[in-house]
């Protein structure tokens, strides 16, 4: 190796590289290197390139190249060079040349990425690779280039998208104005845009009379008042007034106490004093709960959820009191009276339906004992529930049960409704009664220890209201008792994972259980969210001193509902439960109190 270097210094170049080809040597990089570094201190750069190349050396070797404008080589050196300074001198000679391809790959791998989009649409007409190239880098110049490019083809949707990535928005505000195009402005500017953006943009709605995204864009400028203004008065002149309405409330909901005339105005319109229309009590529900004025919003839920199971929309109803008792909950708020009795009969409704559908006869009757007590809550379907309880019972053994049903069947307000299918049946349970009953089972209160009929929700002992397991309905036990997760309601632990070992959901927050994810620990009864919550706040069922409907959380209502006798609320639990005598498919709902009395 030492002769070969003193045979490059002194001149004898052929012996020197002679000895570098050597077969032993090639592989020495290092050795490759000093040679080509004595070879270019004496300016044979061809040959130190070829050396530089052979050890690797990449960037170097491209340097010489370029000195001896050996553009080919540099060219099939190009993967592999670093240096951003080389690519961008063998791209601005690629240029030069008109190989324009070669040109925009040396360009985009010196990162020099305006440089690539002016190539891609002034040589190569490929605006798609350059719209790429701006969307992946975020280029300002960029998107200035492909802006106008797009203008000189007349794609002002493309141009002003492209004005505004390239912060040209003001540029693209009055492209969008001249062309009427501030609906694609608006959307491509979201978020980011200044108040001053904002507000012209509002202006120029407001001057177009759209009233809607005026009332829209004043609000992200930050004017409350005539943003409700203009959405108020989109609401009122449109039918479809839901997305205004929904708009008014975020409004509404954002501003701050010294705005409180917008909130009054904005009842005011829902509750029909503008126009004399009353909109949807939803509504107001939200405009309370973006208030944060939660006792209002619990009062107005109630009211939807009444509305909901008027119509037969049971679940729904369901979801309504589940989500306003959840947020009462979470803010520390007591919850009125009148909304745990009503969440609990449409509880007891869904577990009729899901004990039914398990086969659980029994539990399935008296969920359903408990929903026909309070059957006035179920206007859509009293013939049908009432159907389906005196089927249960009948099932279960309950016969005395069935039988006082029955006759509540035949009277003449409700004979009429019967389906042909289950008369005869009917008929027969009041022809030939079978006055006979079990005894229900008793398991003892969670609070004084004292025997009381499992689907009881009181203790005629300590006279405490007894919290349901909203798996079964029936009242909780203290020494089996866990809870939901998920919403905190309680359980008997026992039941919680068999329904966790189904992979089954929570009947009241619908959230899946799984026995290998979840444990349900043994909990007392402070310990459980819910029941700790209604401890604290005994005192105060209601709101402000409000009266509530008696409720009997036994469900002692000899005018209740009962379940639907057809499985047509599959999606919505929105009609009668399936009381077909041969059929395992009747309601699904999850209270379990009995009537106290054999009268019907």
């Known amino acids: 190796m030492g002769v070969a270097r003193m045979a490059i210094r002194c001149g004898d170049l052929r012996r020197g590289l002679d000895i570098c080809q050597q077969s032993e040597l090639k592989a020495n990089k290092s050795f490759q290197r000093d040679c080509a570094e004595i070879l270019e201190t004496m300016k044979q750069n061809n040959e130190a390139a070829a050396l530089y190349e ?99 083809l007349g794609d002002f949707n493309s141009a002003i998208q492209f004005l505004i990535l390239s912060k040209c928005v003001d540029e693209a505000f009055q492209l969008a104005k001249q062309h009427g195009k501030m609906d694609l402005f608006a959307d491509i ?97 939200r405009l309370y709960m973006a208030k944060g004025q939660y006792k209002e919003a619990a009062k107005t839920a109630i009211i939807i959820a009444r509305e909901e199971q008027a119509q037969g929309n049971y679940r729904n109803a369901h979801d309504v009191l589940f989500k306003m008792h959840a947020e009462l909950l979470n803010n520390g708020i007591p919850t009125p009276g009148e909304m745990k009795h009503n969440l609990m009969i449409l509880h007891s409704y869904i577990l009729a339906r899901l004990h039914v559908k398990r086969g659980d006869h029994l539990r399935g009757a008296r969920m359903l004992l408990r929903v ?36 509540v069947l035949m009277r003449p307000e409700h004979r009429s409704e019967i389906d042909e299918k289950y008369r005869k049946k009917i008929e027969g349970i009041i022809r030939k009664p079978q006055k006979t009953e079990e005894e229900p089972l008793v398991t003892p209160c969670p609070y004084c220890e004292n025997p009381v009929v499992e689907s009881d929700l009181s203790c005629n002992s300590c006279r405490n209201s007894l919290a349901y397991c909203i798996i079964t309905g029936y009242h909780i036990i203290s020494s089996d008792l866990s809870q939901c997760p998920f919403c905190q309601f309680p359980g008997i632990r026992s039941e919680l994972h068999k329904v966790a070992k189904a992979n089954e959901s929570c009947p009241m927050c619908t959230n899946e259980f799984s026995s290998d994810t979840l444990k349900f620990p043994q909990m007392n009864l402070s310990e459980v969210k819910t029941i700790a919550n209604n401890a604290n706040n005994s005192g105060n069922n209601g709101f402000d001193g409000d009266n509530e409907e008696n409720e009997d959380t036994n469900g002692d209502y000899v005018n209740g509902d009962t379940l639907n006798g057809s499985d047509q609320e599959e999606n919505n639990h929105k009609g009668p439960l399936s009381a077909d005598s041969n059929s395992s498919n009747a309601t699904d709902g999850s209270g379990h109190s009995r009537p106290t009395s054999n009268k019907a």
């Open 54 to 152: 052979a050890a690797g050396s990449h960037d170097k070797a491209a340097y010489l190249y370029i000195k001896l404008k050996n553009w080919s080589k540099i060219g099939q050196l190009l993967p592999h060079i670093s240096s951003p300074k080389i690519q961008l001198q063998y791209a601005k000679a690629k240029e030069a040349e008109g190989q324009y391809r070669d040109a925009v790959t040396a360009f985009e791998a010196a990162r020099d990425f305006d440089n690539a989009v002016r190539i891609h649409l002034d040589h190569l007409n490929n605006p798609e690779a350059a719209v790429r190239i701006v969307k992946e880098t975020k280029s300002v110049e960029g998107a200035k280039l492909v802006a106008r490019f797009f203008l000189r």
């Open 189 to 285: 500017i979201g978020d980011e845009a200044s108040t001053e953006d904002y507000h012209s943009i509002a202006v120029y709605f407001e001057s177009e009379r759209n009233s809607l995204q005026a009332g829209r864009f004043f609000a992200k400028a930050g004017q409350p008042s005539k943003a409700l203004r203009h959405l108020l008065k989109s609401a009122s002149s449109s039918n479809d007034d839901a997305e205004a309405i929904t708009l008014a409330i975020e409004v509404v909901g954002n501003t701050s106490g010294q705005n409180a005339h917008l909130s009054r105005q904005l009842v005011d319109f829902l509750m029909g004093e503008t126009d004399g229309v009353p909109k949807d009590a939803k509504y107001l529900f």
């Open 372 to 407: 026909a007590q309070n059957i006035s809550k179920f206007p859509s379907h009293i013939v049908p529930i009432l159907t389906s309880t005196v089927i249960e019972c009948q099932r279960a053994g309950l016969k005395t049960s069935a039988f006082n049903y029955a006759v």
